[in-house]
């Protein structure tokens, strides 16, 4: 409930007093060609990593390698471009931040334990780890179920 809160009330709160802060200082004028160029950019810039992370993904599936760290960055140029996009002085940092090599690169395998913790497969600091309804089990009991393979599929 907070996150939402913060996500759809307090971000865009902050976003239109930087903004106005900033028209004051360089004028309406320079504040909008701002926001249009940092936009077109970030648009451009998206559409530039994002084939660049791709081209790696296949390279790296035609070789045998696992690419999590290349799904991860392509997620984080996708989340990058839609902030560049929006409107604002914090949500094109952070989209920046997002898509440029050096940043994104650094910032990857934390977001990507972050994600793996979210979704359950990896026990965040200080959590015990948890079976598929949630019940606490211990780490040499977490259960292993095999992949479907074939006809052992239950769509067949």
């Known amino acids: 409930m907070w996150k939402l809160l913060i ?3 307090v971000i865009p709160a902050v976003e239109l ?3 106005i802060q900033l028209g004051q200082y360089m004028g309406a004028g320079a504040t909008v060609g701002l ?3 940092t936009g077109t950019l970030g648009a451009w810039l998206a559409k530039r990593e994002g084939l660049s992370v791709l081209k790696t993904i296949k390279e790296e599936a035609s070789r045998g390698f696992p690419s999590g760290d290349r799904l991860v960055e392509g997620l984080m140029v ?10 604002g002085v914090m949500t094109d940092f952070f989209g920046f931040s997002l898509i440029i090599p050096f940043t994104r690169r650094a ?24 079976g598929p309804l949630g019940e606490e089990i211990e780490p040499e009991e977490q259960p292993v179920k095999p992949l ?8 067949f």
């Open 107 to 130: 910032a990857a395998p934390f977001i990507k334990r972050a994600l793996l913790g979210w979704v359950g497969f990896i026990p965040m600091e200080g959590q015990e780890p948890q």
């Open 78 to 87: 996708l989340i990058g471009g839609a902030l560049l996009l929006t409107p």
């Open 7 to 9: 996500a759809f009330t």
């Open 17 to 19: 007093y930087l903004l």
């Open 148 to 155: 479907p393979t074939g006809f052992d599929h239950p769509s």
């Open 35 to 37: 926001i249009v160029v």
